[in-house]
Protein backbone atom coordinates (compact mmCIF):
# COMPACT_ATOMS: atom_id res chain seq x y z
CA UNK A 1 0.00 0.00 0.00
CA UNK A 2 0.90 3.97 -0.79
CA UNK A 3 2.40 5.24 1.96
CA UNK A 4 2.78 8.86 0.66
CA UNK A 5 0.16 11.18 2.12
CA UNK A 6 -1.70 13.96 -0.07
CA UNK A 7 -1.58 16.19 3.59
CA UNK A 8 0.35 18.59 1.71
CA UNK A 9 -2.24 19.05 -1.04
CA UNK A 10 -4.51 20.21 2.18
CA UNK A 11 -6.91 16.42 2.69
CA UNK A 12 -6.91 14.82 5.90
CA UNK A 13 -6.65 11.49 6.40
CA UNK A 14 -10.32 10.19 5.82
CA UNK A 15 -10.48 12.36 2.76
CA UNK A 16 -7.33 11.18 1.13
CA UNK A 17 -8.79 7.04 2.07
CA UNK A 18 -11.99 7.94 0.47
CA UNK A 19 -10.74 9.76 -2.37
CA UNK A 20 -8.21 6.76 -3.27
CA UNK A 21 -10.64 4.13 -3.15
CA UNK A 22 -13.08 5.85 -5.37
CA UNK A 23 -9.93 6.14 -7.92
CA UNK A 24 -9.49 2.58 -7.41
CA UNK A 25 -13.13 1.35 -8.04
CA UNK A 26 -14.45 4.45 -10.37
CA UNK A 27 -17.30 5.14 -8.72
CA UNK A 28 -19.59 4.00 -6.31
CA UNK A 29 -21.92 4.70 -3.61
CA UNK A 30 -21.39 6.02 -0.10
CA UNK A 31 -22.66 3.18 1.60
CA UNK A 32 -20.50 0.89 -0.33
CA UNK A 33 -17.73 3.33 0.68
CA UNK A 34 -18.88 3.43 4.37
CA UNK A 35 -18.51 -0.65 4.12
CA UNK A 36 -15.15 -0.99 2.57
CA UNK A 37 -13.58 1.58 4.94
CA UNK A 38 -15.35 0.42 8.10
CA UNK A 39 -16.92 3.98 8.81
CA UNK A 40 -20.15 5.07 9.75
CA UNK A 41 -21.98 6.14 7.03
CA UNK A 42 -22.68 9.84 8.33
CA UNK A 43 -19.40 10.35 8.58
CA UNK A 44 -18.82 9.08 5.10
CA UNK A 45 -21.56 11.63 3.60
CA UNK A 46 -19.14 14.59 5.43
CA UNK A 47 -16.06 13.01 3.68
CA UNK A 48 -17.75 13.04 0.50
CA UNK A 49 -19.15 16.75 1.12
CA UNK A 50 -16.06 18.23 1.83
CA UNK A 51 -14.17 16.00 -1.27
CA UNK A 52 -17.36 18.00 -3.48
CA UNK A 53 -16.20 21.11 -2.21
CA UNK A 54 -12.83 20.74 -2.81
CA UNK A 55 -13.47 19.92 -6.45
CA UNK A 56 -11.81 16.21 -5.86
CA UNK A 57 -15.00 13.82 -6.05
CA UNK A 58 -18.46 14.68 -8.69
CA UNK A 59 -22.04 12.92 -8.54
CA UNK A 60 -22.88 10.20 -10.98
CA UNK A 61 -26.84 9.44 -11.42
CA UNK A 62 -28.39 6.86 -10.13
CA UNK A 63 -30.04 5.39 -7.13
CA UNK A 64 -28.05 5.37 -5.00
CA UNK A 65 -26.48 8.00 -5.96
CA UNK A 66 -23.18 7.23 -6.51
CA UNK A 67 -19.76 9.35 -6.70
CA UNK A 68 -16.97 9.15 -8.79
CA UNK A 69 -13.31 10.98 -8.46
CA UNK A 70 -11.89 13.62 -10.80
CA UNK A 71 -8.85 12.75 -12.06
CA UNK A 72 -6.01 13.66 -10.00
CA UNK A 73 -3.47 15.93 -12.36
CA UNK A 74 -7.28 17.90 -12.75
CA UNK A 75 -8.58 18.36 -9.13
CA UNK A 76 -5.30 18.21 -7.43
CA UNK A 77 -3.82 21.11 -9.95
CA UNK A 78 -5.48 24.14 -8.30
CA UNK A 79 -4.90 22.53 -4.65
CA UNK A 80 -1.31 22.44 -5.43
CA UNK A 81 -0.68 25.93 -6.79
CA UNK A 82 -2.71 27.22 -3.93
CA UNK A 83 -0.34 25.06 -2.01
CA UNK A 84 3.16 26.63 -3.56
CA UNK A 85 1.86 29.99 -3.04
CA UNK A 86 0.98 29.36 0.66
CA UNK A 87 4.60 28.16 0.98
CA UNK A 88 6.51 31.00 -1.28
CA UNK A 89 4.15 33.05 0.91
CA UNK A 90 5.55 31.96 3.93
CA UNK A 91 9.29 31.55 2.94
CA UNK A 92 9.25 35.53 2.25
CA UNK A 93 7.87 35.73 6.16
CA UNK A 94 10.25 33.51 7.12
CA UNK A 95 13.70 35.60 5.52
CA UNK A 96 11.61 38.63 6.72
CA UNK A 97 12.07 37.59 10.28
CA UNK A 98 15.80 36.33 10.45
CA UNK A 99 16.36 39.59 8.68
CA UNK A 100 14.82 41.08 11.79
CA UNK A 101 16.15 38.69 14.20
CA UNK A 102 19.21 38.98 12.84
CA UNK A 103 19.40 43.00 12.78
CA UNK A 104 17.94 42.77 16.48
CA UNK A 105 21.01 40.70 17.53
CA UNK A 106 23.24 43.05 15.53
CA UNK A 107 21.84 46.17 18.18
CA UNK A 108 22.26 44.09 21.10
CA UNK A 109 25.57 42.82 20.58
CA UNK A 110 28.20 44.50 18.54
CA UNK A 111 30.15 41.40 18.81
CA UNK A 112 27.91 40.12 16.22
CA UNK A 113 28.55 42.01 13.63
CA UNK A 114 32.26 40.13 13.04
CA UNK A 115 32.49 36.68 13.51
CA UNK A 116 35.85 35.18 13.10
CA UNK A 117 36.25 31.29 11.56
CA UNK A 118 38.99 28.86 11.87
CA UNK A 119 40.20 26.30 10.43
CA UNK A 120 40.10 25.34 6.73
CA UNK A 121 37.12 22.84 6.68
CA UNK A 122 34.86 25.29 8.69
CA UNK A 123 35.53 28.33 6.31
CA UNK A 124 35.43 26.03 3.25
CA UNK A 125 32.08 25.06 4.86
CA UNK A 126 31.06 28.64 5.70
CA UNK A 127 31.62 29.43 2.18
CA UNK A 128 29.36 26.88 1.09
CA UNK A 129 26.95 27.96 3.18
CA UNK A 130 27.16 31.50 1.99
CA UNK A 131 26.33 31.05 -1.71
CA UNK A 132 23.75 28.13 -1.05
CA UNK A 133 21.48 30.81 0.82
CA UNK A 134 22.20 33.66 -1.33
CA UNK A 135 18.89 34.79 -3.01
CA UNK A 136 20.08 36.95 -6.21
CA UNK A 137 23.66 37.60 -5.86
CA UNK A 138 27.47 36.87 -5.24
CA UNK A 139 30.13 39.40 -5.31
CA UNK A 140 33.72 37.85 -5.68
CA UNK A 141 37.53 38.87 -5.48
CA UNK A 142 39.71 35.86 -6.80
CA UNK A 143 43.04 36.34 -6.01
CA UNK A 144 45.98 33.77 -6.81
CA UNK A 145 46.38 31.11 -4.69
CA UNK A 146 43.93 29.87 -2.21
CA UNK A 147 43.04 29.46 1.20
CA UNK A 148 40.01 27.39 2.05
CA UNK A 149 38.51 26.64 -1.93
CA UNK A 150 40.29 26.69 -5.18
CA UNK A 151 37.87 27.10 -7.91
CA UNK A 152 37.62 23.74 -9.03
CA UNK A 153 35.76 22.62 -5.72
CA UNK A 154 33.53 25.26 -6.51
CA UNK A 155 30.62 23.13 -7.23
CA UNK A 156 28.33 25.62 -5.90
CA UNK A 157 28.60 28.34 -7.95
CA UNK A 158 26.99 26.14 -11.21
CA UNK A 159 23.83 24.99 -9.06
CA UNK A 160 22.95 28.42 -7.69
CA UNK A 161 23.66 29.88 -11.28
CA UNK A 162 21.35 27.45 -12.41
CA UNK A 163 18.86 28.38 -9.79
CA UNK A 164 19.07 32.40 -11.08
CA UNK A 165 21.91 33.84 -8.81
CA UNK A 166 23.91 36.11 -10.39
CA UNK A 167 27.50 35.79 -9.85
CA UNK A 168 29.79 39.02 -10.78
CA UNK A 169 33.53 37.70 -9.97
CA UNK A 170 36.50 40.17 -10.26
CA UNK A 171 39.83 37.90 -11.14
CA UNK A 172 43.22 38.62 -10.13
CA UNK A 173 45.75 38.37 -13.49
CA UNK A 174 48.10 35.75 -11.63
CA UNK A 175 45.15 33.41 -11.04
CA UNK A 176 44.45 33.42 -14.75
CA UNK A 177 47.95 32.21 -15.16
CA UNK A 178 47.29 28.85 -12.93
CA UNK A 179 47.01 25.90 -15.23
CA UNK A 180 43.61 25.09 -15.60
CA UNK A 181 42.56 28.34 -14.38
CA UNK A 182 41.20 29.94 -18.04
CA UNK A 183 39.61 26.34 -18.28
CA UNK A 184 37.48 26.58 -15.05
CA UNK A 185 36.97 30.66 -15.94
CA UNK A 186 35.53 29.52 -19.53
CA UNK A 187 33.05 26.82 -17.78
CA UNK A 188 31.89 29.14 -15.20
CA UNK A 189 31.16 31.79 -18.27
CA UNK A 190 29.17 29.79 -20.01
CA UNK A 191 27.11 28.58 -17.20
CA UNK A 192 26.27 32.49 -16.75
CA UNK A 193 29.00 33.77 -14.34
CA UNK A 194 29.62 37.77 -15.89
CA UNK A 195 33.58 37.75 -14.97
CA UNK A 196 36.43 40.75 -14.96
CA UNK A 197 39.69 40.89 -14.54
CA UNK A 198 42.01 43.01 -12.97
CA UNK A 199 46.03 43.80 -12.48
CA UNK A 200 46.05 42.75 -8.86
CA UNK A 201 43.60 42.50 -5.70
CA UNK A 202 44.18 44.07 -2.08
CA UNK A 203 42.13 41.28 -0.41
CA UNK A 204 39.96 38.12 -1.37
CA UNK A 205 36.13 37.92 -0.85
CA UNK A 206 32.75 36.91 -1.42
CA UNK A 207 29.72 38.98 -0.25
CA UNK A 208 25.84 37.31 -0.60
CA UNK A 209 22.74 39.69 -1.31
CA UNK A 210 25.30 42.95 -0.43
CA UNK A 211 24.17 41.73 3.14
CA UNK A 212 27.32 39.36 4.56
CA UNK A 213 30.45 38.90 3.78
CA UNK A 214 33.29 36.38 4.12
CA UNK A 215 36.64 37.42 4.31
CA UNK A 216 40.32 35.45 4.64
CA UNK A 217 41.89 37.02 7.32
CA UNK A 218 45.99 35.01 7.99
CA UNK A 219 46.51 32.41 5.99
CA UNK A 220 48.29 29.22 7.43
CA UNK A 221 51.88 29.34 7.72
CA UNK A 222 54.37 31.37 9.06
CA UNK A 223 53.65 30.77 12.48
CA UNK A 224 49.89 30.13 12.05
CA UNK A 225 48.63 26.31 12.04
CA UNK A 226 45.52 27.31 10.45
CA UNK A 227 44.05 29.90 8.45
CA UNK A 228 40.94 32.40 9.95
CA UNK A 229 38.43 34.27 8.33
CA UNK A 230 35.85 37.00 9.08
CA UNK A 231 32.27 37.24 8.62
CA UNK A 232 30.89 40.33 8.24
CA UNK A 233 27.50 41.27 8.23
CA UNK A 234 25.30 44.33 8.04
CA UNK A 235 27.84 47.24 8.98
CA UNK A 236 30.08 50.24 8.32
CA UNK A 237 32.59 47.78 7.25
CA UNK A 238 30.67 46.13 4.72
CA UNK A 239 29.77 49.60 3.32
CA UNK A 240 33.30 49.52 2.89
CA UNK A 241 33.88 45.88 1.75
CA UNK A 242 30.97 46.96 -0.86
CA UNK A 243 32.11 50.34 -2.33
CA UNK A 244 35.53 48.21 -3.06
CA UNK A 245 34.15 46.08 -4.75
CA UNK A 246 32.01 48.26 -6.78
CA UNK A 247 35.26 50.31 -7.63
CA UNK A 248 37.44 47.36 -9.04
CA UNK A 249 34.59 46.38 -10.94
CA UNK A 250 34.14 49.42 -12.59
CA UNK A 251 37.78 49.72 -13.67
CA UNK A 252 38.24 45.98 -14.49
CA UNK A 253 38.19 44.32 -18.08
CA UNK A 254 35.49 41.77 -19.16
CA UNK A 255 36.50 38.66 -19.52
CA UNK A 256 35.12 36.28 -22.26
CA UNK A 257 34.61 32.53 -23.80
CA UNK A 258 33.73 31.21 -26.63
CA UNK A 259 30.74 28.68 -27.04
CA UNK A 260 32.37 24.98 -26.36
CA UNK A 261 34.28 24.79 -28.89
CA UNK A 262 37.38 23.22 -30.06
CA UNK A 263 39.04 27.03 -30.04
CA UNK A 264 39.79 28.80 -33.13
CA UNK A 265 40.65 27.43 -36.56
CA UNK A 266 44.10 27.46 -37.65
CA UNK A 267 44.77 29.71 -40.58
CA UNK A 268 40.81 30.97 -41.02
CA UNK A 269 40.35 34.63 -41.52
CA UNK A 270 39.86 36.88 -38.53
CA UNK A 271 36.69 38.25 -37.45
CA UNK A 272 37.26 40.67 -34.90
CA UNK A 273 33.03 40.47 -33.57
CA UNK A 274 33.34 36.57 -33.53
CA UNK A 275 32.92 35.30 -30.45
CA UNK A 276 36.25 33.32 -30.21
CA UNK A 277 38.34 36.15 -31.66
CA UNK A 278 36.23 38.42 -28.41
CA UNK A 279 37.12 35.27 -26.31
CA UNK A 280 40.67 35.77 -27.23
CA UNK A 281 41.09 39.52 -27.22
CA UNK A 282 39.46 39.49 -23.62
CA UNK A 283 42.36 37.77 -22.24
CA UNK A 284 44.72 39.47 -23.74
CA UNK A 285 43.59 42.84 -22.52
CA UNK A 286 43.37 41.40 -19.12
CA UNK A 287 46.86 40.68 -19.40
CA UNK A 288 47.08 36.89 -20.03
CA UNK A 289 50.02 35.65 -21.56
CA UNK A 290 50.27 34.29 -25.23
CA UNK A 291 51.23 30.78 -24.23
CA UNK A 292 48.33 30.62 -21.58
CA UNK A 293 46.13 32.03 -23.92
CA UNK A 294 46.92 29.76 -26.62
CA UNK A 295 46.46 26.76 -24.52
CA UNK A 296 43.24 27.74 -23.47
CA UNK A 297 42.53 28.31 -27.17
CA UNK A 298 44.29 24.81 -28.43
CA UNK A 299 45.67 26.31 -31.01
CA UNK A 300 49.95 27.43 -31.30
CA UNK A 301 51.83 30.73 -29.33
CA UNK A 302 52.55 32.07 -33.91
CA UNK A 303 48.46 31.65 -34.21
CA UNK A 304 47.49 33.11 -31.39
CA UNK A 305 50.25 36.41 -32.62
CA UNK A 306 48.92 36.14 -36.10
CA UNK A 307 45.41 36.88 -34.77
CA UNK A 308 46.64 39.69 -32.40
CA UNK A 309 48.81 41.22 -35.22
CA UNK A 310 45.92 40.76 -38.13
CA UNK A 311 43.32 43.12 -35.12
CA UNK A 312 46.18 45.44 -34.80
CA UNK A 313 45.69 45.62 -38.76
CA UNK A 314 42.43 46.08 -38.54
CA UNK A 315 42.48 48.73 -36.16
CA UNK A 316 46.04 50.38 -37.27
CA UNK A 317 46.61 49.97 -33.62
CA UNK A 318 51.21 50.32 -33.33
CA UNK A 319 51.12 48.67 -30.07
CA UNK A 320 49.21 46.14 -28.12
CA UNK A 321 48.45 48.86 -25.65
CA UNK A 322 46.85 50.78 -28.50
CA UNK A 323 45.03 47.40 -29.46
CA UNK A 324 43.47 47.12 -25.88
CA UNK A 325 42.54 50.92 -26.06
CA UNK A 326 40.76 50.49 -29.31
CA UNK A 327 39.15 46.81 -28.56
CA UNK A 328 37.33 49.00 -25.11
CA UNK A 329 37.02 52.17 -27.28
CA UNK A 330 34.71 50.15 -29.74
CA UNK A 331 32.97 47.78 -27.44
CA UNK A 332 33.87 44.52 -29.04
CA UNK A 333 33.80 43.09 -25.51
CA UNK A 334 30.81 44.77 -23.86
CA UNK A 335 27.64 42.44 -23.48
CA UNK A 336 25.23 42.16 -27.08
CA UNK A 337 22.68 44.59 -26.93
CA UNK A 338 24.51 47.44 -24.34
CA UNK A 339 24.75 49.79 -26.96
CA UNK A 340 28.33 50.06 -27.10
CA UNK A 341 29.13 47.87 -29.70
CA UNK A 342 30.21 50.04 -33.08
CA UNK A 343 29.61 46.79 -34.98
CA UNK A 344 31.56 45.51 -37.91
CA UNK A 345 31.83 48.75 -39.90
CA UNK A 346 34.44 50.17 -36.98
CA UNK A 347 37.50 47.94 -38.05
CA UNK A 348 38.15 50.57 -41.27
CA UNK A 349 40.56 53.53 -40.74
CA UNK A 350 40.44 55.76 -38.08
CA UNK A 351 40.29 59.33 -38.66
Known amino acids: MDTMSLEAAGLGSGQESVYRLLVRVGEAPAEHVAEVLGLDLGQVQQLLDDLHRLGLVTTVGGDPVRHAPTPPDVGFAPLLRAGMERLDHARTIVNDLTDEHRASIRRRDANQLVEVITGTE ?17 LWFCRAGHVAMSSDDNDEEFAMLARGVSYRVVYEQALLEEPGMLESL ?3 VRAGEVARAAPSL ?3 MAIADRSIALCPLVAAGDGV ?3 TAALVRDSSLLTGLLALFDSYWAMSSPLLAAADTDGLVEG ?10 RALLSLLVAGVSDK ?3 TRL ?23 MQLAWQVCRRGWLDAPGSGHEEGPGAVGPIS
Open 122 to 138: AIRQQLRNLQLSTRSEI
Open 268 to 277: APTDPMSEET
Open 298 to 320: GMSVRTVQRRISEVMALTHAQTR
Open 202 to 204: PIR
Open 186 to 188: ALG
Open 225 to 227: SEP
Open 292 to 294: AIA
